[in-house]
């Protein structure tokens, strides 16, 4: 009986450990006080990519070209009808979905954006920070229902993606990154000087760095940002390297002198008629 209890003791122990980590993940602080950093490696090896939310996403890599990535969007889309063909024996059903797989490739890898200032509006964008204008940097975007995919190219090739999600549905997906990447590097928006942007939460890999921030007042929603390590530090250098107003020193000082936040749009929010 003793050793009953004794292991039962254990397990009861052990059970509210991981209550207690599970909570501290998404845990906010309380007013006034600075968030702390959690105590972890800055390196924690090799970390997998979009795969653990979407599926879909097993054959995803960064270094890939254009093309490339062009293909891996419309491969997406293909297996994604092919599922749902699969589940009916309703030829009128199955030919309306070739149909609407046909129409939705020919448009899918169509929206490249070139961040040559030819285009205004991304400045004030939900992936304002991701670029840098005249740097020669480029983006895929893919808009499935209100969510959007920007696949970011430098010398044409892919180093990052960003997914956004609107805020009412981001729940899971935090418990997700939380359950595959253990506790986040640091939490609740520090005046972290390092980057352009002021990360939520942060993951560091030997091979990605992943980003979650909320952009809940602005946009309603939350961006998940997967990067390349290397390359995506050596954008980074070179954007600061070009000129003076780049990489922000201090984000926190930089989002204060910004127009109000309930005037910013992104340019794709006209399509989802918000």
Not at 106 to 125: M, P, Q
């Amino acid at each position: 009986m003793f050793r009953n209890i004794v292991v039962a003791g254990v397990a009861v122990a052990s059970l509210a450990l991981i209550v207690a980590v599970s909570f501290d993940v998404g845990a906010k602080p309380k007013a006034g006080t600075k968030p702390a950093k959690v105590e972890q490696a800055a390196n924690a090896g090799e970390l997998k990519g979009p795969v653990i939310i979407d599926k879909s996403f097993e054959s995803f890599q960064f270094g890939i070209t254009k093309a490339q990535a062009e293909e891996f969007v419309k491969g997406r889309v293909r297996a994604y009808y092919t599922a749902e063909m699969a589940k009916t024996k309703d030829v009128r059903k199955s030919d309306d979905l070739l149909q609407a797989m046909n129409k939705r490739l020919a448009e899918v890898a169509t929206d490249w954006i070139v961040f040559d200032g030819s285009k205004a509006g991304w400045n004030v964008s939900i992936i304002r920070s991701e670029f840098k204008t005249g740097m020669g940097e480029e983006a895929l975007h893919v808009q499935e229902g209100y969510e959007h995919f920007y696949y970011f190219f430098t010398n044409g090739v892919l180093y990052k993606l960003v997914r956004t999600w609107e805020s009412k549905d981001f729940g899971p997906v935090r418990q997700a990154l939380a359950a595959a990447y253990g506790n986040p590097l640091y939490q609740n928006r520090p005046g972290d000087a390092d980057r352009r942007f002021i990360s939520e939460l942060r993951w560091h890999g030997s091979n990605i760095t992943v980003d979650v921030e909320d952009w809940t007042e602005s946009f309603n929603s939350y961006t998940v940002r997967w990067a390349d390590v290397a390359v995506d530090a050596a954008v980074m250098k070179s954007w600061g390297e070009s000129g003076s107003d780049l990489p922000r020193l201090n984000p926190l000082i930089d989002a204060a002198k910004e127009q109000p936040k309930k005037n910013a749009k992104d340019p794709v929010d006209d399509l989802l008629g918000r």
